[in-house]
């Protein structure tokens, strides 16, 4: 069982930055692809980044391009995501998960999630 659970989340003016941590088990660690997901109220979840196992390559949304940076250091089981420039359409719970589509931009191709955690950019 994989399990993630996320951190780093909080209130953050717009233009300000965040960075957001996944802490995976052991098992996950390198033999998945990492993702993060949002889901602000009343919307579905969207893709936001994705990092292949070993951290080769990485895959944004249009949204977040430029502005965010996913990461991860898997002698410490762990994937980050750096908020740059913040706005506040950036606002959702931020989940973090663990999948073996090489390069998977769905929720479906993602079958371990965290619990999720707030992210917040006031205006």
């Known amino acids: 069982q994989v399990q993630l659970v996320e951190s780093g989340g909080g209130l953050v003016q717009a233009g300000g930055s965040l960075r957001l941590s996944c802490a995976a088990s052991?098992?996950?660690?390198?033999?998945?692809?990492k993702g993060w997901f949002r889901q602000a109220p009343g919307k579905e979840r969207e893709f936001v980044a994705a990092i292949t196992g070993i951290g080769t390559r990485t895959y944004y949304a249009d949204s977040v391009k430029g502005r965010f940076t996913i990461s991860r250091d898997n002698a410490k089981n762990t994937m980050y995501l750096q908020m740059n420039s913040l706005k506040p359409e950036d606002t959702a719970v931020y989940y973090c998960?663990?999948?073996?589509?090489?390069?998977?931009?769905?929720?479906?191709?993602?079958?371990?999630w965290g619990q999720g955690t707030q992210v917040t950019v006031s205006s």
């Open positions: 998960a663990a999948g073996r589509v090489y390069s998977g931009t769905k929720p479906n191709d993602y079958g371990y």
């Open positions: 052991e098992r996950a660690s390198t033999l998945y692809t």
